[in-house]
């Protein structure tokens, strides 16, 4: 990923770590065609023409991806990555980190959650990036997705939904689950129940199997 894309013709010198990772990970070779990404939809075709420069064969504009919201009370350990770098393959286009009654971390890094999702939109070929917001209380959370949105939250036992025809949000809790309150406070805000299956799933299990069910093909 690289703050510009160049034009074709353009020479473009990359900085030391993407020109790592082209050569030195990707192992892609002089005059080998790939493509650079820019994180907001821009995307070319380059070529290596030196150790760490790139010249542009042809730029390419990514299609409007359609709104996918992800509300995450978030998890201990690396489910927090897994559950990132997930949402980030599945489409999500915003990511809002929540702080729930029954959250266990109360200070969450979410730069690393940037970091992460920037390495995810790069593995699997995005060229866009989502947003990760601040951290914030679960009702500050779940009230930052626009109301005309397609809102789920995924409770145990909820009835199986279709999937959404525009713009969706799904709100996944802690390991601890929601409490009955939030549960009943984001219902009388308009969000929908909706089931995951018959089993007690881990949290990034539910977060790639809620954004599955809610939008199959939630990378357009």
């Given at each position: ?19 790592h ?17 820019d ?14 420069r ?8 990514a ?77 500050i959370?779940?009230a ?10 995924a ?24 409490s009955?309150e ?6 009388e ?10 089993t ?8 790639a ?8 093909a939630?990378?357009?």
């Open positions: 990923m690289v703050e510009r894309i160049p034009e074709p013709g353009e020479q473009l010198d990359l900085d030391p770590a993407t020109a990772h082209v050569t030195a990970v990707s192992r892609i070779a002089r005059d080998e065609p790939f493509v650079l990404v994180g907001r939809g821009g995307e070319a075709v380059v070529a290596l023409v030196g150790s760490s790139v010249e542009g064969r042809e730029v390419r504009r299609g409007v991806r359609i709104a996918l919201h992800l509300v995450l009370a978030i998890p201990k350990g690396p489910a927090a990555d897994h559950a990132v770098r997930m949402a980030v393959e599945l489409g999500v286009t915003e990511l809002h980190p929540a702080i729930s009654a029954r959250t266990v971390v109360r200070t969450p890094n979410v730069e690393r959650w940037r970091r992460v999702a920037a390495a995810a939109a790069a593995q699997s070929g995005r060229s866009d990036l989502p947003v990760v917001h601040a951290a914030e209380p679960l009702p959370a779940a930052a997705v626009p109301a005309d949105h397609d809102r789920r939250v409770v145990p036992g909820g009835p199986p939904l279709p999937p959404a025809t525009g713009g969706a949000a799904l709100l996944v809790g802690p390991e601890g689950g929601l009955p939030e549960v009943a406070v984001l219902f805000g308009g969000w929908r129940p909706t089931g995951l299956g018959p007690v799933l881990r949290v990034d299990t539910a977060v199997a809620g954004l599955a069910s809610l939008r199959p939630a990378s357009g």
